[in-house]
């Protein structure tokens, strides 16, 4: 029989024996990684200036007014020395103007100021002969100059010269429309005068009006199937390429608007044709062009116009 003593002496033994380790607690659940962002692509575009300059690369803008500014900083000049943009051509080349888009694989040649001049003109018919486009940061200039017509016996004016002044009254910061209403406004036969602005040309360049040079400069690029889809308000896209029936579309209100108002503005007819989308009658396409271009206050019987041109590009296109 175990005395007091004896159970005693094995409790005291018991409390000096360790402890058991505590079982291993359960790792924590691991939470679930989350998925990195899609990083979206840089985008830089080469550029030089169209008389001649080493290769700049420009990132980082969403409107024209930006990529004129980001052109200026790579080259030290100031934003307002251009006066429009060509793509793959350092030529004044009115075909391959930069409008709204531009292809990834595009290469940017700014046109800067070069000299000044004044002509006078008397206005001897309703029309003059030009064709008026901007650059979209403030500048408007010639983009055609129609054969036999009065500014196409003046032959100190040239297509890609920017319009500074009308009668010694400045037009810059004008948009096109406005510049071509002033025109179609002026007085038949009395002289006014014209300040305008001609690109700097490269040496082999000059004094050529019409005639096309090999330049050593010139790109040849191919254009891929995406494009930079620049917007004065709101974000720069990348888009694919305008189908078929929007180029055709495009091109036919492109006419549109030239024999309507003297204006060529490849990026506003695209916006008139991407309006033309959302809407199933011509009196829902204006109301929507009421809303999103009503500044320009397109007659009725040009909107008429324009909404059978683009139906007539969607026939024409399947």
Same mark, same amino acid.
């Given at each position: 029989?175990?005395?007091?003593?004896?159970?005693?002496?094995?409790?005291?033994?018991?409390?000096?024996?360790?402890?058991?380790?505590?079982?291993?607690?359960?790792?924590?659940?691991?939470?679930?990684?989350?998925?990195?962002?899609?990083?979206?692509?840089?985008?830089?575009?080469?550029?030089?200036?169209?008389?001649?300059?080493?290769?700049?690369?420009?990132?980082?803008?969403?409107?024209?007014?930006?990529?004129?500014?980001?052109?200026?900083?790579?080259?030290?000049?100031?934003?307002?020395?251009?006066?429009?943009?060509?793509?793959?051509?350092?030529?004044?080349?009115?075909?391959?103007?930069?409008?709204?888009?531009?292809?990834?694989?595009?290469? %940017?040649?700014?046109?800067?100021?070069?000299?000044?001049?004044?002509?006078?003109?008397?206005?001897?018919?309703?029309?003059?002969?030009?064709?008026?486009?901007?650059?979209?940061?403030?500048?408007?200039?010639?983009?055609?100059?129609?054969?036999?017509?009065? %500014?196409?016996?003046?032959?100190?004016?040239?297509?890609?010269?920017?319009?500074?002044?009308?009668?010694?009254?400045?037009?810059?910061?004008?948009?096109?429309?406005?510049?071509?209403?002033?025109?179609?406004?002026?007085?038949?036969?009395?002289?006014?005068?014209?300040?305008?602005?001609?690109?700097?040309?490269?040496?082999?360049?000059?004094?050529?009006?019409?005639?096309?040079?090999?330049?050593?400069?010139?790109?040849?690029?191919?254009?891929?199937?995406?494009?930079?889809?620049?917007?004065?308000?709101?974000?720069?896209?990348?888009?694919?390429?305008?189908?078929?029936?929007?180029?055709?579309?495009?091109?036919?209100?492109?006419?549109?608007?030239?024999?309507?108002?003297? %204006?060529?503005?490849?990026?506003?007819?695209?916006?008139?044709?991407?309006?033309?989308?959302?809407?199933?009658?011509?009196?829902?396409?204006?109301?929507?062009?009421?809303?999103?271009?009503?500044?320009?206050?397109?007659?009725?019987?040009?909107?008429?116009?324009?909404?059978?041109?683009?139906?007539?590009?969607?026939?024409?296109?399947?």
């Amino acid at each position: 029989m175990e005395t007091t003593a004896a159970r005693e002496a094995r409790g005291a033994e018991a409390q000096r024996l360790p402890a058991p380790p505590p079982s291993p607690a359960e790792p924590p659940a691991a939470s679930p990684t989350p998925a990195a962002p899609r990083a979206r692509p840089r985008l830089v575009f080469r550029t030089q200036l169209a008389h001649g300059s080493p290769t700049g690369k420009i990132e980082g803008f969403t409107n024209v007014r930006e990529l004129y500014a980001k052109i200026a900083e790579a080259f030290g000049i100031a934003p307002t020395e251009i006066l429009f943009c060509t793509l793959n051509s350092h030529k004044v080349d009115m075909q391959k103007l930069l409008g709204g888009q531009i292809g990834l694989e595009d290469f %940017i040649f700014a046109h800067v100021r070069g000299e000044t001049k004044e002509v006078e003109v008397t206005k001897t018919e309703d029309a003059l002969g030009l064709t008026i486009t901007d650059n979209g940061a403030g500048y408007a200039f010639i983009k055609r100059i129609k054969e036999g017509s009065i %500014i196409n016996r003046i032959e100190a004016v040239c297509v890609g010269d920017s319009i500074e002044a009308i009668n010694d009254h400045s037009i810059v910061g004008c948009r096109h429309y406005e510049v071509a209403k002033m025109l179609r406004e002026l007085p038949k036969s009395q002289p006014f005068t014209l300040r305008l602005v001609q690109p700097k040309r490269a040496f082999d360049m000059i004094g050529q009006r019409s005639r096309g040079s090999k330049y050593p400069m010139e790109a040849k690029v191919s254009s891929g199937r995406e494009t930079l889809r620049l917007r004065s308000g709101g974000a720069a896209t990348v888009e694919e390429v305008p189908s078929e029936f929007e180029e055709e579309a495009s091109r036919r209100v492109d006419d549109l608007l030239e024999s309507y108002m003297g %204006i060529r503005d490849p990026e506003l007819a695209s916006t008139m044709v991407e309006t033309s989308k959302k809407t199933v009658s011509v009196q829902e396409f204006a109301r929507h062009l009421d809303s999103v271009l009503g500044e320009f206050a397109f007659p009725d019987e040009f909107v008429v116009e324009v909404w059978a041109a683009i139906g007539e590009a969607r026939e024409a296109c399947g």
